[in-house]
């Protein structure tokens, strides 16, 4: 039985993975959750799998639900604040460690968890956003290993040999007969309605994805399609990949989740409903499969499988972050703590859709910062990043 630690265990990656482990009891046994300061629904969570420990964000939130389960009389230990979320990260008994933590917040637990040399199913892909270099040179002198559950890096990882898969970041692709990886994009809700102004769409409207479920960030990310570019970097960290070596099409289906070409010609592709119970099965058991709870793909209900390559006048994000990642760590750790004020900011209805991507624009090419090193460079420019754009976009709406 795998001992796990779900870090953002009430977000939508946690709540599948949880989903997974009650259809298969015997294989799991769910030891430590971390959540933010959703009390209600971490009350349930230590209702239905009785966690040794856990760890809200903050003290108000840690209080409340400590008096709640102790009325319930659950045994569970309540924990609060940033320490003790990298605490629960490398505790010795773990065997696994989902990091589903939104944002730059999941950086310090998922590093803790490198260090103690536990299996990381990664989900966080901020961690390799705004530190990749320090990331992986953290895993490579680390006994841990990485296994992503993002579905496009995961639909990639089932279709690698099993030389890549156990040597992520290292392996040569192209010695291991690999010619290139497809990323696939659905385009998010807004991608065939190229005429529609974006300056009135409401948050509702950016958030109800036509293919995923999803949490209300990464909804935003996926009609900007900067999270595609965010994915694309990953995939350069995770898979030692070149330029030349990554391709995003855009696929509006979303039943291909990713590709991978290989030098004889021939494609592999990963398809499935799109649930991402489907990724976080396979992340969970691998190099074994297990029932995952999700719907089995029926082709004779599939009218066709389309793709198309993206237009970056329509998804200026999407450029935003190739463009960063050639300017280096600095940039990109910019550019993702810009954008996730501004995805707040439209989710609180203080600026419009079309506003993120100025802003982000703005505040990138203002910016310059020197090349950081350090874990302690990367949060310093984040939070300088983060003063400025809240100044911006308080400017713009007083």
């Not at 420990?53 to 604040?81: F, Y």
């Not at 933590?101 to 299996?119: D, H």
Request: charged share 20%.
């Amino acid at each position: 039985m795998k001992k796990i630690t779900i870090l953002g265990s009430t977000g939508s990656i946690g709540r599948s993975a949880l989903s997974v482990i009650q259809k298969n009891p015997s294989l799991f046994k769910v030891v430590a959750l971390v959540a933010n300061n959703n009390v209600s629904l971490m009350r349930k969570q230590c209702e239905l799998f009785s966690p040794d420990l856990v760890v809200m964000k903050d003290k108000k939130s840690a209080n409340i639900l400590r008096k709640q389960i102790k009325d319930r009389k659950i045994k569970t230990h309540v924990l609060s604040g940033k320490k003790a979320i990298c605490e629960l990260a490398s505790l010795k008994e773990i065997d696994l460690v989902i990091s589903a933590i939104v944002g730059i917040a999941g950086l310090l637990p998922t590093l803790s968890a490198i260090k103690a040399g536990k299996t990381i199913l990664l989900a966080n892909k901020e961690s390799l956003v705004t530190c990749g270099l320090i990331f992986m040179q953290a895993l490579s002198s680390s006994k841990a290993k990485i296994i992503p559950i993002d579905s496009e890096h995961n639909a990639i990882f089932q279709v690698l040999p099993e030389y890549v898969q156990k040597n992520l970041g290292i392996a040569n692709l192209n010695k291991n007969g690999i010619k290139s990886i497809i990323l696939t994009a659905s385009g998010g809700p807004f991608y065939e309605d190229k005429k529609k102004n974006l300056s009135f769409v409401t948050p509702s409207e950016v958030c109800s994805h036509p293919n995923w479920s999803m949490g209300k960030k990464i909804s935003v990310d996926s009609a900007t399609m900067i999270n595609k570019g965010f994915e694309y970097v990953e995939a350069k960290w995770l898979f030692n990949a070149s330029c030349s070596e990554i391709n995003i099409l855009i696929h509006p289906e979303s039943i291909i989740h990713s590709m991978v070409e290989y030098i004889d010609g021939a494609i592999l592709a990963q398809l499935s409903v799109p649930d991402m119970k489907v990724a976080i099965s396979y992340a969970m058991s691998w190099p074994n499969r297990i029932s995952s709870g999700a719907s089995f793909l029926n082709f004779k209900k599939l009218n066709s499988l389309t793709f198309f390559e993206p237009n970056f006048k329509q998804f200026p994000c999407l450029k935003l972050v190739l463009d960063a990642f050639s300017e280096g760590q600095a940039a990109m750790t910019v550019l993702n703590a810009v954008n996730e004020v501004t995805v707040s900011a439209f989710l609180n209805s203080k600026i419009s859709f079309n506003k993120i991507a100025e802003i982000n624009t703005d505040i990138l090419m203002s910016s310059s910062f020197l090349e950081p090193y350090s874990i302690e460079e990367i949060i310093e420019i984040d939070m300088r990043t983060r003063i400025k754009s809240e100044k911006k976009i308080q400017s713009l709406i007083s």
